[in-house]
């Protein structure tokens, strides 16, 4: 691809793209669970679609196809992947969700009960990468509180559902995060700089937020039962958060989180050698959708490029761009677009990653900004949609006490995180400003 656009596309290439979409998303709202039907079973449509449909013979298809799935960026992420799941699953038996869950509870004031709930969800989040991990951990519990306390259970969902976004969103361990930096061919800890500089000012208007309304809230005391826990155990999560932020190679980081959450599962008993294996092994199979997804999602956009499916689409793109700051935007809106139609953040960003790349090194953008842009975009809509993951988990834990649009009213972080990356993108004192300090 050089500078300028070659063509105007094909946009009958896109067929076997929105195929795959259309069979995710359609099959999400027949059955009524946008997670019954494996996405990988929904991409091989799309490739199978391809191979139909797709000019050049089937050898070429093939070819293009495999040197799609094998392209570089592509198994670097799935690699990283599979590390971050081993270090996930062998940190979680070692009791580390646990001990934070249970530390965060028993040091909070019923008063503050959101505002530690959002802090509770936003270190869990960050350390395990997973917001949906977060919200299963905490949500009992804090729909319990809520209960039990006569506090706002709105306001408790709406904190615990941001919490858990906004670690989603700045953790380096995250799906996310991964694909958004790795699509875009930037370090981890740059893209952590620049986000960070948009996700902490919104995160500290949302804690003030939280702090008045809960203060001001008709509560009473409760007593919460106090739960043992091992506060050693939550180490390997300060480690890798720590390695990260100092630029140690995200290889590195997490074997030696994964190493270091086994010497204090095997010296804690919490584990033997062998089951330690075979917790590494677990969490490696536990990453085998996400894994399968990107690699054949990359071979079927290489499938779809060569056919001028995507030439298509940035000519389109680039037709109502008419600046750096509207192909900024651009990029949100499509990620944002992407994620309206099948429901998952990850995939969305695994999807348009190759457009945001093009539109980014087409119009001069810094790839660090852009993946922020990337992977804020896809955690704002996927923390708002009703028939999202993190939003069904947290309705399902108040049982039929909370319903959709009492949680998107406290849904502030997501409102303040909007805000700000809108200044982000069109204010020229920001970039000077970010600049500066990075």
């Known amino acids: 691809m050089t500078n300028q656009l070659r063509t105007k596309g094909n946009p009958w290439a896109l067929l076997p793209l929105l195929l795959f979409i259309f069979t995710f998303l359609g099959a999400g709202i027949f059955l009524e669970d946008f997670y019954a039907l494996p996405s990988p079973v ?11 449909l797709l000019q050049q013979n089937t050898e070429q298809k093939i070819t293009t196809l495999i040197a799609g799935c094998g392209e570089s960026k592509i198994i670097t992420m799935c690699i990283i992947y599979l590390l971050a799941g081993a270090f996930a699953v062998v940190s979680k038996a070692t009791g580390g969700v646990d001990a934070v869950v249970n530390l965060g ?43 039990t306390s006569g506090a706002s259970l709105p306001l408790i969902a709406g904190a615990l559902l941001g919490g858990s ?16 930096t790795q699509s875009l061919g930037c370090k981890l800890k740059d893209k952590f700089k620049i986000n960070l500089f948009i996700a902490f000012p919104a995160a500290i208007i949302t804690l003030f937020v939280l702090f008045y309304l809960g203060l001001n809230s008709e509560i009473k005391a409760v007593n919460i039962a106090q739960q043992s826990f091992e506060l ?4 390997p999560y ?19 989180g994964t190493v270091l959450a086994g010497i204090i599962g095997f010296l804690g008993s919490h584990f033997t050698v062998l089951e330690f294996a075979q917790k590494i092994y677990e969490g490696l199979t536990s990453m085998t959708d996400i894994f399968l997804l990107s690699m054949l999602t990359g071979g079927l956009a290489a499938m779809v490029d060569k056919a001028g499916g995507i030439d298509y689409v940035l000519y389109h793109i680039k037709k109502a761009i008419k600046s750096k700051k509207s192909a900024q935007m651009g990029v949100g809106t499509l990620v944002g677009f992407a994620n309206l139609a099948i429901a998952n953040n990850t995939v969305s960003i695994v999807i348009t990653g190759g457009i945001a790349k093009e539109i980014n090194d087409e119009y001069g953008l810094d790839a660090r900004k852009t993946a922020t842009i990337l992977d804020i975009f896809s955690c704002i809509i996927q923390g708002i949609l009703p028939y999202g993951a993190q939003v069904l988990l947290i309705l399902s834990f108040a049982n039929g006490k909370l319903n959709f649009f009492d949680l998107l009213e406290n849904a502030w972080y997501h409102l303040f995180l909007f805000i700000f990356t809108i200044i982000a993108i069109y204010s020229s004192f920001w970039d000077r400003w970010i600049q500066k300090w990075i």
Do not use: H, K, Q, R
């Not at 670690?167 to 380096?172: I, R």
């Not at 300060?238 to 030696?256: D, K, Y």
């Open 165 to 180: 976004m906004l670690g989603d969103n700045l953790s380096m361990i995250s799906d996310t995060t991964i694909a958004a």
């Open 232 to 235: 050693w155990v939550i180490l």
């Open 238 to 256: 300060l480690v890798v958060i720590a390695l990260a932020l100092l630029g140690v190679n995200v290889f590195s980081t997490l074997l030696l």
């Open 42 to 52: 929904a991409v091989l449509v799309g490739i199978v679609a391809a191979f139909l």
């Open 105 to 147: 509870i028993s040091t909070i004031d019923v008063a503050y009960f959101p505002l530690g709930i959002f802090l509770i969800a936003a270190f869990l989040s960050t350390a395990t990468g997973t917001s949906v991990g977060a919200i299963v951990a905490i949500g009992p519990i804090a729909v319990t509180l809520a209960e």
